[in-house]
């Protein structure tokens, strides 16, 4: 019998607040984590809001402010949302001599995170400035003379995306396995499912697991923008994150991060923490269509969901409630709402389905993680989260998608979608934890 | 668990010394080096001006007809990645869509992927005209650059950058629908890559895996990094041949490069079914870290790397003794050498003389992602070989490194291979290659 695995810790540092209990009362009152973007300049870009973490202040969380002091911004996130997690499940932090009993070589780490934001002004800076607009080349000696001249060493190592794993690192001790992935909007799905993976193959007994990414940087937005896959209501940004509406119009580019520690049963049990909810399979494929579009069947979805079921040894006639990837962009509700009717068959349209991004954002890299800490919230209290600004229905999507309002009722089991650029599809399902 | 399920079916690599494995491998024998003045972009104002560059291809000729124009969609990192791929699925004797439509003989559902990428830098010759058309009074000017130069954008142009991509567009050629997933842990992300491909098959969640790692170093962003963080030795660029010096006094730091490596890992009962080529097991993989406040370097005593030595050991359930070769990550930043020597020493014990260590990144440079792959395959032709090329630029031993460094050729069986990596930020890895009864 393979050993069992559970939650023991949750954090977060996300546009609907910097703890747990605040994000998940603003899920219940259906805020909005979207508004006019102030971290640059974006009043002349295609979408001029995103949904952005405010008035965010690590030293809050943590006392060693020095050591982490040139991290990027997705990385400082990370580590809010990691001592958050950590204290949950009493792993202690920033000390040398951790007083908890745990052996660091069985502590590990697997985040899905993103590259850090350039230096903005530094960066274009440069470019202008070795730009020959005579010739329309680069001159790439001028380049070197300006970009030794104007970028710090730490400020373009802390751009690498495993550097907010090598900063929980430093927090925590952890001497196990360290991963981090990047598979777009279904990174953090990936990590926990794949962190479960390491407790299952005896590798770990604790795993820091979750996401942490900020794309809202000037490359960033004109990325997405370009692709059209934002939203561009700029004259109402809270109400723009409609997933599932006719009049959806793509998704609110948005940053943070949402830290899970997942632990074996018997360590947990061992140490005597408190149990959040058992994680109980994971699914992961691949598209294998196009870069830009999902198979218009939906079968690397249906595949991801169905392997996830597989795993946990359970049907389609066993999930609660589905916590979609409900993006809000054309393309993403409609063929998810294709593979949840494949797999779900005769119980698609009873099956609660509801997109936290309506009201959060999408995290991208952080996505699935954020999301995920609201099932577990939703098996804690029997509710599901709505999905917000559902007001024009698309009359050919028609699951229930818990419009606008939260709702009351028996959630045991939970399935958490992901769905990421390129075909990446995760999909992991959690459960109440009973003896 | 073990892992002696997943053996190793397909080699592809793209590398400083050649368009294929097989080519890397002789040259590696020959003791070839790689190195040379930065062609790709002038590199004259740069403090270090030479690098690892792979001989010229065209990547359209590795692609379906169907899929040639996706080729303006690949930075260099996913088209040295695409091309190594392509290798490693012909050499196993696999056929998929791209090798042949009429004679697929795998399920697409039961391949998977998991390849390490590195932070794709953007071209800046394709940026720059966009910028140019942005600036105010001699300075970049946001607010035109989302009214203007952010048109001048080509519309796909953040997909050439997603690293995820490599395996996505690997994924798409061969048809490949199983697991999916892209490692971005710098250096040390090719072996962990392997690792968690091999679970893949342990777990059953598909029965074939092309993994390993691809990155194009050889960029004006990333020398700059390189530079600036001090990593890049300033010092070889009148003889590049002998500029990157792993374990020797005479180390002064790095010198970067561009490669794909991609094996093809199969269930070991799938491979012998349908009668393929067997490289070698892949008997045992490790992982720890070993994070330095420094976050450029790692710790000094390198014990994240003593810690995935031992777990892989411990997982291929042999003893240090048991090795017949060791390729270590040996970057000739000397800190990190030292740090890596130490650690390899503490878990070595008494057999630190006997274990033949063999640095390569004096011949293929630091590819970044990639390196660790390229390393699995030299370590497999060497287990089917029988042969331990000569090391290279290791003349006179560092202080304080006491490894059994390859001075000439070594013919003997090699039952056990240990390959290990590790990475600024502190990730570390290890995997252990074994011969086939």
Redesign the interface.
Known sequence: MAERIVITGMGIVCPLGHDVETLWAAVMQGKSGMDYTTI???????STFSAEVKNYNLSKFIENIE?HK?CNRGCSFALGAAAQACRQAGIDIETDQPKDGIDR?RL??YLG?G?GSVN??VF??C??K??D?EK???D??????V??AG????G????????P??HI??LTG???????????CAAST?ATG?AM?LI????ADIVVAGGAHSMIH???L???????ALSTRNDSPQTASRPFSATRDGFILGEGSAILILESLSSAEKRGVQILAEVIGFG?????????DMHETG??AI?AMT?ALEDAGLTYKDIDYINTHGTSTTENDSIETKAIKAVFKERAKHVPASSVKSMLGHLIGAAGAAELITCVLAIRDNIVPPTTNLNDPDPELDLDYVPNEPRKMAVNTVMNESF?????NNVVIIKRYEE | MNTSAAVITGLGAVSPLGLTSIEMFSALKAGRCGIGKITAFDPVGFNCKIAGQCPDFKVGQFLPKTYRKAAKLMSRDIALAVVAAYEAVANSGLVTKAIDPEKVNVDPARIGINLGAGLISCDLVELAPAVAQSITEGKFDIRKWGKVGLELVTPLWLLKYLPNMLACHIGIIHDIQGPSNTITCAEASALLAIAEACSFIQRGACDIVLAGGAEAKVNPIVMIRQCLTGRATTEGNDSPETACRPFDADAAGSVFGEAAGIITIENREHAEKRGAKIYAEIAGTGQSNSPNKAFEHIEPDGRGIAIAIENALKDADIKPEDLDLLIPHGTAIPADDLAEAKAIEKVLGDAINDVPVWPTKSMLSNTGAAGGALDVIAAAFAVTEGIIPASKNCVKKADGCNLNIVTGPIEKEIKYALCCSYTYGGQTAAVILKKMD
């Not at chain 1, 373009?156 to 550097?163: A, I």
């Open positions: 640059f300049d974006a009043s002349t870009f295609p050591l040139d070589k590990g780490i995170a590259e903005n002004e274009f800076g470019i202008v070795a730009w607009n329309n080349v680069m790439w000696n001028k380049w070197a003379q970009a030794f970028m710090s060493p730490a373009e190592l802390q751009q690498e995306p495993n550097m794993a090598a690192a430093l952890a001497q196990g396995p360290v991963f981090s992935c990047l598979t777009a990936q794949e993976m299952r193959n005896g590798k000037p490359l960033g004109t990325g997405f923008n370009r692709l059209t992961s494929s691949s598209d294998a269509f196009r870069v830009t079968r690397g595949k392997d990421g650029f390129g075909g990446q």
